[in-house]
């Protein structure tokens, strides 16, 4: 059974950084581009940060520039999203998303990803 389980998400004061943490299991990930989308209430999803299969390329939301880095452990089928100075308009439900090689497409459309996990709640205060 494939699985992607984020966590770490938590109520953190504006300013303040999180890292969240998605952990895959079920297959091997270190073939699969990998992305994190969140959603705020009321809003689509929306795409925020993806890397590449060989972890060479970072793709960004013009809104976490600067901010925000993602990284990948593949011996640990592991990706992990550092949200520095964070503003409360970043509150929403992450989610990790994992796109297999089957699958083409923009890194920024949630179409691109196969699989996803449950998601995990960052709430910014102001």
């Known amino acids: 059974q494939v699985q992607l389980v984020e966590s770490g998400g938590e109520l953190v004061q504006a300013g303040g950084s999180l890292r969240l943490s998605c952990a895959a299991s079920?297959?091997?990930?270190?073939?699969?581009?990998m992305g994190w989308f969140r959603q705020a209430p009321g809003k689509e999803r929306e795409f925020v940060v993806a890397?590449?299969?060989?972890?060479?390329?970072?793709y960004y939301a013009d809104s976490v520039k600067g901010r925000f880095t993602i990284s990948r452990d593949n011996a640990k089928n592991t990706v992990y999203l550092q949200m520095n100075s964070l503003k409360p308009e970043d509150t929403a439900v992450y989610y990790c998303?994992?796109?297999?090689?089957?699958?083409?497409?923009?890194?920024?459309?949630?179409?691109?990803?196969?699989?996803w996990g449950q998601g995990t709640q960052v709430t910014v205060s102001s």
């Open positions: 998303a994992a796109s297999p090689i089957t699958y083409s497409g923009s890194y920024y459309s949630t179409r691109t990803y196969a699989y």
């Open positions: 890397i590449s299969r060989s972890g060479g390329g970072t």
């Open positions: 079920g297959r091997t990930f270190s073939n699969d581009a």
